[in-house]
């Protein structure tokens, strides 16, 4: 069998509150049947409105989403069949956890050994067997979201909308719910659309990441292509940690393009740029660049350090490079000694093909 | 088991608890103080009124106090048949007294109201006494009996006995429209004179359905007001509250001016054709008066409860409800709505306790069909004096409010009202 690949379709979407700003822009997308995509992007970037669109709480000003071929724009939420995890949670307080599960299989008119049945199930998949008879507000945060998920899975939806399900969490609990989800969703296969800004928890979840910005997807990708790959400055700037250097280009190939810089030159992979005197924004993942590189790099600078702070597992080292004062370096904390001192100058190297020419910023 | 635990010491060997309290005093005290002028202000303007009302309410000293020796002869009487010399004796040297002092107006007034005909036997007595006529040596008992017929009758001797008691009942007897009889059994007015049960029960369905109007008229508003932006839903709390800011006696003038028959209201109807010129329908001077006028004057107290309970319901819970397949009613029915219930107990409380002891406007709108038992007390307040009587109506009116009260605790839960 095999999945459809255009199970949720936006198709040039469009929507406005107000009628002079776009919210989304054009929104082209799709979701195929069983896939974990994530809408990454910063505050006030539209993800959550597409969600909301797809939900049915929100309509489209133009164009229409499409759920397995059929056009729902003018289905209201409660018969799209699209179970939703809110921010908040939602749940209801004046209900037990029993009847909080039983409520959308209660509205279908489900048999009472039946609801039973998948309340059981659903419960157990949390690991909140037992819980029944609580009240929402006698369970902690993380208990609160596991039901959350519980409800919005117990009667079997196509999808699942999860909007910044774990933001109320602490960093431990929100880890260890992230893995949650994530096995959840490979256990019964069911179509995950996960809203967050948090990228940690984009790249740990997802199937594929919707990079928004500006009521537009940046970048669509798997985790790691939109790691390492990064399409635009933007999505560079957004994912992971980062260092840049706005410079134009003065001599391109297929391969390799050099930048001059303001004091000096590099050499880099052109990604968006085309032609000498394009302007462009070279981008370098800090553990890309290493210390004393002993095998041949083709770009080999020096810098001074000018802070170095301990993390534990690696330590962070700022250097002056190039006129960058805020050129990041992960050092792993192996046995190896180097001479990390303030104001010390060292040899930094990377290879040409991790440093990405794109947009100028 | 506590009593078995070891007392904690603090290090200084001081039990724990003692050295509690000591820490905490000074805060008590402080804390008592702040709120001491409230409590002193409470107690002079409400317990200490409320205790007035009651004794006045029972209160029956006076003629216990004119009698004094008659009543301590009277107790060994069985009251079946005509009293003893002795008790005539001490009636006499009562009444002489009261002569003395020109107070025995007030016992025949008293007796009067106990059994009708005290008033011209009294009156004789009077004269008989004035002009000593009464020879102390010759038997009293005689000479009492031969002033008037009815001083040979032993009802009137009994009815004399009952007003013994310094304490009586019979206001909140009158107030149900019922008395105690000769025989001392609490008995019905006849039919014709029964009009305070009428009121009570006039009062009660009145409050019961301008609440009822409150609550249909109030819930939507309320939900508007929390649903919408911040700009509208202050203009119309605005609206919402404008009615404070209106003394209620230009209010219910208003309402007077619309409703009358040939008023606003009316002249509107004419004019669309819904009734004829000739057969304009009253909406004042009766209930109908009554339910609009109060409707419109309480619907602030609904609404500012609901409002604020609705404030507090997260809107996702209602989409929350959609998206799990509710239709919209049902996202409404079993979510929604249930989680307002502490708002509704409290607007629906608050309002049906103003509008039973509602005063001003079924006085003026209320007619004679609208008004309510509120108006009965003003009327004995000020018409006829009979403070007591009123007192006795205020009392049972607030027995009734905490009846309610208590009732409402029992089916809601006082601890799930919510006033903001």
């Known amino acids: ?361 | 088991m506590s009593s078995e635990t070891k007392q904690i010491l603090t290090t200084d060997g001081i039990p724990l608890e003692i050295s509690l309290k000591k820490a905490e005093r000074k805060n008590k005290i402080k804390a008592f103080l702040l709120v001491a002028p409230l409590l002193l202000f409470l107690i002079i303007t409400y317990i200490f009124p409320i205790g007035e009302m009651f004794t006045r309410s029972i209160d029956d000293k006076m003629i216990t106090n004119m009698l004094p020796k008659t009543f301590k002869s009277m107790e060994t009487w069985d009251g079946k048949e005509l009293p003893s010399e002795e008790v005539f004796v001490s009636f006499l040297s009562d009444f002489k007294i009261l002569v003395e002092k020109k107070e025995h107006g007030k016992l025949a007034q008293r007796l009067n109201k106990e059994k009708n005909g005290f008033n011209t036997i009294t009156k004789k007595l009077f004269r008989q006494v004035k002009r000593n006529k009464i020879d102390e040596t010759q038997s009293i008992k005689e000479q009492i009996m031969k002033v008037h017929k009815r001083w040979r009758n032993v009802e009137y001797w009994q009815a004399i006995k009952r007003t013994a008691p310094p304490y009586t009942s019979a206001k909140y007897l009158k107030a149900m429209d019922m008395y105690l009889n000769e025989d001392n059994k609490i008995t019905q007015v006849s039919e014709d004179r029964r009009i305070h049960r009428i009121l009570w029960l006039r009062t009660v369905e009145v409050a019961f359905f301008v609440t009822v109007f409150c609550f249909l008229m109030g819930y939507p508003i309320a939900h508007l007001l929390a649903t919408l932006p911040m700009k509208y839903s202050n203009l119309l709390m605005i609206c919402v509250l404008l009615p404070f800011w209106t003394s209620l006696l230009v209010r219910t003038a208003s309402w007077m001016i619309l409703l009358q028959q040939q008023g606003v209201v009316n002249d509107f109807f004419v004019m669309i054709g819904l009734v004829a010129d000739d057969n304009r329908p009253e909406m004042m001077y009766n209930k109908v008066g009554t339910y609009v006028a109060m409707t419109q004057i309480l619907l602030p107290f609904m609404v500012l409860p609901l409002y604020s309970v609705m404030k507090t319901i997260s809107p996702s819970l209602m989409r929350a409800g959609k998206s799990l397949g509710g239709t919209p009613f049902v996202a409404f029915w079993k979510v929604y709505f249930p989680l307002t219930i502490p708002g509704i107990g409290a607007g629906c409380l608050l309002v049906f306790i103003l509008a039973i002891g509602y005063y001003i406007t079924p006085a003026l709108v209320g007619g004679a069909s609208g008004t309510l038992i509120s108006n009965q007390i003003a009327y004995h307040m000020k018409t006829t004096l009979d403070w007591s009587f009123a007192s006795a109506m205020g009392l049972m009116l607030l027995g009734g409010v905490l009846v309610i009260y208590w009732l409402y605790n029992k089916l809601v839960g006082v601890d799930n009202i919510k006033l903001g």
């Not at chain 1, 700003?21 to 409105?49: A, C, H, R, Y």
């Not at chain 1, 003018?74 to 018969?79: A, D, E, F, L, Y």
């Not at chain 1, 790959?229 to 994912?239: D, M």
């Open chain 1, 1 to 361: 069998m095999s999945k459809n690949t255009e199970f949720v379709k936006f198709d040039k979407v469009d929507k406005s509150y107000d009628g002079k700003v776009l919210v989304v822009k054009d929104l082209n997308l799709n979701i195929s049947e069983g896939e974990f995509i994530t809408m990454l992007g910063p505050s006030g970037s539209g993800k959550t409105t597409c969600l909301m669109m797809l939900a049915g709480f929100e309509t489209p000003t133009n164009g229409e989403i499409y759920l397995d071929s059929n056009p729902i724009s003018n289905i209201p939420p409660h018969k799209r069949g699209i179970g939703m995890v809110f921010q908040n949670y939602a749940l209801f307080p004046h209900m037990t956890v029993y009847e909080n599960l039983a409520f959308p299989l209660r509205v279908r008119k489900v048999q009472k050994d039946e609801i039973d049945k998948k309340v059981d199930k659903a419960l157990s998949m949390v690991s909140l067997s037992g819980f029944e008879s609580r009240m929402p507000a006698q369970l902690s945060g993380g208990q609160q979201q596991r039901v959350a998920v519980a409800r919005a899975l117990v009667f079997d939806p196509a999808v699942v909308l999860m909007d910044e399900p774990l933001g109320a969490l602490d960093k431990n609990l929100r880890e260890s719910m992230q893995y949650e989800i994530k096995h959840i969703h490979e256990n019964i296969g069911v179509t995950v659309v996960y809203v967050t800004h948090d990228q940690g928890e984009a790249l740990t979840m997802s199937n594929r990441i919707a990079v928004f910005n500006d009521g537009k997807v940046q970048q669509l990708s798997s985790p790691d292509k939109l790691y390492e790959e990064p399409v635009n400055s933007f999505v560079a700037e957004f994912i992971g940690e980062n260092n840049t250097f706005g410079g134009e280009v003065t001599d391109i190939s297929k391969n390799v393009c050099k930048v001059k810089l303001q004091n000096g030159e590099i050499l880099a992979n052109p990604i968006s740029v085309n032609s000498k005197g394009d302007k462009t924004t070279v981008s370098i993942r800090p553990e890309r660049a290493l210390i004393n590189p002993k095998d041949k790099m083709d770009n080999n600078q020096t810098g001074k350090i000018e802070e170095v702070i301990y993390h534990g597992d690696h330590t962070r080292v700022r250097l002056d490079l190039l006129g960058n004062k805020e050129f990041i370096l992960k050092v792993p904390n192996s046995s190896n000694e180097l001479d990390l001192k303030l104001g010390n100058e060292i040899k930094v190297g990377w290879n040409s093909q991790d440093a990405r020419a794109l947009d100028p910023k």
